[in-house]
């Protein structure tokens, strides 16, 4: 690839350095992402799902070519170059960049970070991604939509989804009478009635191939057990997980992993769970109809150990 003789964002008119009007606004763009917390990946995969060219017929965004621009002082006039962005913003990415460093302090023990289902965005209904950042006082955790057309940004402190997990969990274990067990459908397939019927046929012959047989049977058996509905069992797997559960004090990762298929946020930062048999378990669901249980009122009862 040919490299660039002018930083980007910039451009050679009549031998004069000027600014380059629509790369400066990717510029800018950047600039400003960064500043809202986005990672120099996610910035780059926006850049290259939109075809956002580097230079003419290339896009090649990438984490190492994002940061040379946050870094890059001569967009702040350094060096006679214009000026495309001001000391402030340059200095305010260079301390983002500093505290993003500080990242070893960060406990990956911590239950958070073994939360291995989707959480969905509201929008657009993408997967979101997790991002912690110390700068912000009152709730350093945001979710963010991992889809380029999508900006969505929720703030939703650890402790906070933990808790709103747990009250859920809660919800659905003193209500396990409330899962939904599908009817079995014992009904074939449109395949499988066709091998059947062909096995009928060759058994009315009198001079069939044993091996032929013995192969559509084998094909028959298998498209039999593909016809059987998992969903009734996995209902009933589910109901007795949670049948058999204590209420819960705190989050426990082992009985959310158990039960628990993907995480949904609200835009106002609520929380709702989708259960492995496909069911919602929210705030205004079914399961909270009866029960008003949480952890806060588990910690209050006798026995239990108090948790700020």
């Known amino acids: 690839m040919k490299k660039r003789n002018i930083p980007f964002g910039y451009q050679y008119q009549n031998g004069v350095i000027t600014t380059h009007p629509q790369e ?13 917390g986005l ?4 910035i780059a995969d926006r850049l290259n799902a939109e075809n956002v060219e580097y230079q003419p017929g290339v896009t090649g965004w990438n984490k190492s070519r994002i940061m040379r621009l946050i870094e890059d002082e001569r967009y702040t006039g350094k060096g006679g ?17 500093a505290q993003k460093n500080t990242q070893h302090g960060t406990d990956r023990r911590s239950e958070i970070f073994h939360i291995d289902v989707p959480v969905i965005c509201p929008t657009c209904g993408g997967e979101m991604v997790r ?12 979710w963010i939509c991992s889809n380029a057309e999508c900006h969505t940004v929720i703030h939703k402190a650890d402790s906070d989804l933990l808790h709103d997990i747990t009250v859920l969990l809660n919800r ?13 459908d014992d009904s074939m397939s449109v395949q499988t009635l066709k091998a059947e019927n062909e096995i009928a046929r060759t058994l009315d012959t009198l001079d069939y191939d044993k091996n032929t047989l013995r192969k559509k049977m084998l094909e028959c058996a298998s498209l039999r057990y593909a016809d059987i509905d998992s969903t009734p069992y996995i209902a009933h797997r589910l109901k007795a997980t949670l049948a058999d559960a204590e209420p819960l004090s705190v989050f426990s990762l082992a009985l959310f992993k158990r ?12 929380v709702s769970i989708k259960v492995i048999n496909d069911q919602m378990v929210g ?26």
Do not use: W
């Open 131 to 142: 991002r912690h950042d110390s700068r912000f006082k009152k709730c350093q955790q945001r």
């Open 172 to 184: 659905a274990i003193v209500n396990p009478e409330l899962v939904q067990i599908p009817v079995i």
């Open 259 to 270: 039960t628990v298929q993907a995480i949904h946020l609200g835009k106002d930062g609520t």
């Open 24 to 36: 400066a606004a990717v510029l800018n763009r950047i600039f400003s992402e960064y500043q809202n």
């Open 81 to 97: 170059f214009p000026v495309i962005s001001d000391e402030r913003t340059h200095q305010a990415m260079v301390e983002i960049k």
């Open 39 to 42: 990672s120099l990946l996610n």
């Open 283 to 308: 705030k205004d669901d079914e399961y909270a109809t009866d029960s008003e249980y949480s952890a806060e009122s588990s910690a209050e009862n006798p026995g239990e150990n108090q948790h700020s």
